[in-house]
């Protein structure tokens, strides 16, 4: 349901038209506030986990593939080698994080309405949200033309 007085506050945040008056162009903005709604809002949370569930289930057999499956299916491109080894490290940084943190991988994996697939390891999963989302994040992704 959409207010025309009221807009969502996401949705002004990413520039959306407040739906009163026909909007020729849309300006296009990156800024901080996108940024912080992309991370931490629960839809694009979501977003993420389903994203990384994604790469769990049809990436293949090792975590490299999984990473690209993952930037393949955002950017429509392979990612470059230097591209991979950002995301590789920090997927190896998240996934030693939640692996001493059981608690904060099940909080995140409970963001939003769906549930994840309970056979999928749930530290490989939170992991690959945090890397997944970091990919949602990408200036190329937000304002891709």
Do not use: H
């Amino acid at each position: 349901y959409w207010k025309r007085s009221i807009p969502s506050p996401t949705m002004t945040v990413f520039d959306a038209p407040f739906r009163e008056t026909c909007t020729i162009r849309r300006p296009r903005t990156n800024t901080p506030l996108q940024a912080l709604a992309l991370m931490n809002d629960p839809t694009f949370v979501e977003a993420a986990r389903f994203l990384a569930q994604r790469m769990l289930l049809e990436g293949g057999a090792t975590i490299t593939s999984k990473l690209t499956l993952g930037f393949r299916l955002a950017t429509a491109r392979l990612p470059r080698s230097e591209e991979l080894a950002v995301l590789l490290r920090a997927w190896e940084r998240a996934f030693k994080d939640f692996q001493s943190d059981a608690q904060g991988s099940l909080a995140l994996l409970s963001v939003g309405e769906t549930r994840s697939d309970a056979a999928l390891d749930r530290t490989q999963l939170a992991a690959l949200t945090i890397v997944a989302s970091s990919i949602l994040n990408l200036d190329e992704i937000v304002t891709k033309e």
